[in-house]
């Protein structure tokens, strides 16, 4: 590792900078670094007190890893460090407390994410991977149409087949936009196996059933009347028909409710089964994102590349996200830049498979973001979470970064 005295201040801004506590934790980075096609000669000792010296000196690198393993009290570090960072600053903490309360502090103002040591290089490499990610979409800001404050998110998610989790990820999604102050409903699209109300061990009625044989009552009162409610601020709308009994919906049916939902809604999160797509594509009319769930298998390589095409024609506007699901380190298929090449899109989030935290979910009838917080599973699907709002302009997307709340304080 280099001292950070060592090295002049760029003229031009930095793309990376990292400032560790120790060598093994420099030693992890430097090959993931330099993989990702970033200046490993910017891997500083000094942890978060020598990123705070050579920043106030420096223009402001803008990724930065900055280590927490030696702070007395990482909160006032943090704060210290928004001090000298720009706005957009793009930040990845390392640490030993394995807090709860810091994760979720850290995490709710904005920083990308926490990895508690010792550090698991495939983790390392994921959440690395993620927050470039996250700083294209947000550097791509000035091409797109930006979306106004407070507008409403519609969020279709599919599995590109059976078991890779679609539905946990749907409602896991749901959970957290309601968590964070936002109206928000999950619609159930499969008729007869739903499982969304299940995960919050809760029946969902007959709700979606009768929207559908009725479509033209579908308002606020009925839909007040049809959804079941897990937390304040999240509703469902689904069913448990009888295998076979309903009849297929009217022309229009779906568009009719999905527009009824997001006019009573802030933000919508359908579950599609895959099955359901060819049929029901003008459910994907009014989606502002659609979210692809795959694993890295061949077979889910050549559904994902039928798919998206299938999306790009039928909704070309709405911003793809590719999420690989229950992922083991070593033990896929496919390589997960082999992948990426085949579909010939980025895996915008790697979801690790965690047994344990999904059976501690399943326990305490909740979704695993609530139930077991910390996990890197829980982790992996806040940084989803995030990517909805990264094409937001104005105040809700960059006065929300984490140097804006941290200010706040």
Same mark, same amino acid.
């Given at each position: 590792m280099q001292k950070a005295g060592n090295k002049k201040a760029a003229l031009d801004r930095e793309q990376f900078g990292a400032w560790v506590c120790d060598d093994l934790t420099g030693k992890l980075l430097a090959p993931i670094a330099g993989e990702q096609g970033l200046a490993v000669d910017m891997i500083f000792g000094g942890g978060i007190a020598g990123a705070v010296r050579a920043l106030g000196a420096m223009p402001v690198p803008e990724f930065l890893i900055?280590? !927490?393993? %030696? @702070? *007395?009290?990482?909160?006032?570090?943090?704060? $210290?460090? +928004? =001090?000298?960072?720009?706005?957009?600053?793009?930040?990845?903490?390392?640490?030993?407390?394995?807090?709860v309360?810091?994760?979720?502090?850290?995490?709710?103002?904005?920083?990308?994410?926490?990895?508690?040591?010792?550090?698991?290089?495939?983790? !390392?490499? %994921? @959440? *690395?991977?993620?927050?470039?990610?996250?700083? $294209?979409? +947000? =550097?791509?800001?000035?091409?797109?149409?930006q979306k106004a404050p407070g507008d409403k998110h519609q969020i279709v998610v599919i599995g590109v087949r059976g078991g890779l989790g679609?539905?946990?990820?749907?409602?896991?999604?749901?959970?957290?936009?309601?968590?964070?102050? %936002?109206?928000?409903?999950?619609?159930?699209?499969?008729?007869?196996?739903?499982v969304s109300a299940l995960l919050f061990d809760l029946e969902p009625g007959r709700g979606l059933a009768d929207a559908l044989e009725n479509p033209s009552r579908v308002d606020g009162l009925f839909l007040e009347r049809a959804v079941v409610k897990p937390i304040d601020r999240l509703s469902i709308l689904g069913t448990e028909a009888p295998v076979g009994s309903l009849r297929e919906p009217d022309a229009g049916a779906l568009d009719h409710l999905v527009k009824a939902l997001s006019d009573n809604y802030n933000t919508v999160v359908v579950d599609l089964p895959r099955g359901a797509l060819a049929d029901h594509s003008?459910?994907?009319?009014?989606?502002?994102?659609?979210?692809?769930?795959?694993?890295?298998?061949?077979?889910?390589?050549?559904?994902?590349?039928?798919?998206?095409?299938?999306?790009?024609?039928?909704k070309p506007d709405a911003t793809l996200h590719v999420v690989a699901s229950m992922t083991v380190p070593g033990q896929n298929e496919v390589e997960d830049k082999d992948f990426e090449a085949s579909i010939e899109a980025s895996v915008a989030v790697s979801i690790p498979l965690d047994a344990k935290s999904l059976l501690m979910a399943s326990r305490k009838g909740t979704v695993i973001m609530d139930a077991v917080p910390g996990s890197k599973m829980s982790q992996a699907l806040a940084a989803l979470s995030r990517r909805f709002d990264a094409g937001t302009s104005g105040d809700k997307a960059k006065k929300a970064s984490w140097i804006g709340k941290l200010l706040k304080r």
């Amino acid at each position: 590792m280099q001292k950070a005295g060592n090295k002049k201040a760029a003229l031009d801004r930095e793309q990376f900078g990292a400032w560790v506590c120790d060598d093994l934790t420099g030693k992890l980075l430097a090959p993931i670094a330099g993989e990702q096609g970033l200046a490993v000669d910017m891997i500083f000792g000094g942890g978060i007190a020598g990123a705070v010296r050579a920043l106030g000196a420096m223009p402001v690198p803008e990724f930065l890893i900055v280590d !927490l393993s %030696e @702070s *007395v009290d990482p909160r006032a570090d943090m704060q $210290a460090l +928004a =001090e000298v960072c720009q706005q957009e600053t793009m930040v990845l903490a390392l640490g030993t407390l394995n807090d709860v309360t810091l994760y979720r502090d850290l995490i709710g103002a904005g920083v990308h994410d926490y990895l508690v040591k010792p550090l698991d290089p495939a983790q !390392l490499r %994921e @959440s *690395v991977v993620s927050a470039l990610n996250a700083l $294209a979409v +947000a =550097e791509e800001e000035p091409a797109q149409a930006q979306k106004a404050p407070g507008d409403k998110h519609q969020i279709v998610v599919i599995g590109v087949r059976g078991g890779l989790g679609a539905s946990t990820i749907a409602a896991n999604l749901a959970w957290d936009r309601a968590q964070g102050g %936002e109206q928000t409903v999950l619609l159930d699209m499969d008729l007869y196996f739903g499982v969304s109300a299940l995960l919050f061990d809760l029946e969902p009625g007959r709700g979606l059933a009768d929207a559908l044989e009725n479509p033209s009552r579908v308002d606020g009162l009925f839909l007040e009347r049809a959804v079941v409610k897990p937390i304040d601020r999240l509703s469902i709308l689904g069913t448990e028909a009888p295998v076979g009994s309903l009849r297929e919906p009217d022309a229009g049916a779906l568009d009719h409710l999905v527009k009824a939902l997001s006019d009573n809604y802030n933000t919508v999160v359908v579950d599609l089964p895959r099955g359901a797509l060819a049929d029901h594509s003008d459910i994907l009319n009014s989606a502002t994102d659609i979210v692809l769930v795959t694993d890295f298998s061949l077979r889910s390589a050549r559904d994902c590349i039928r798919l998206m095409s299938h999306i790009k024609s039928v909704k070309p506007d709405a911003t793809l996200h590719v999420v690989a699901s229950m992922t083991v380190p070593g033990q896929n298929e496919v390589e997960d830049k082999d992948f990426e090449a085949s579909i010939e899109a980025s895996v915008a989030v790697s979801i690790p498979l965690d047994a344990k935290s999904l059976l501690m979910a399943s326990r305490k009838g909740t979704v695993i973001m609530d139930a077991v917080p910390g996990s890197k599973m829980s982790q992996a699907l806040a940084a989803l979470s995030r990517r909805f709002d990264a094409g937001t302009s104005g105040d809700k997307a960059k006065k929300a970064s984490w140097i804006g709340k941290l200010l706040k304080r």
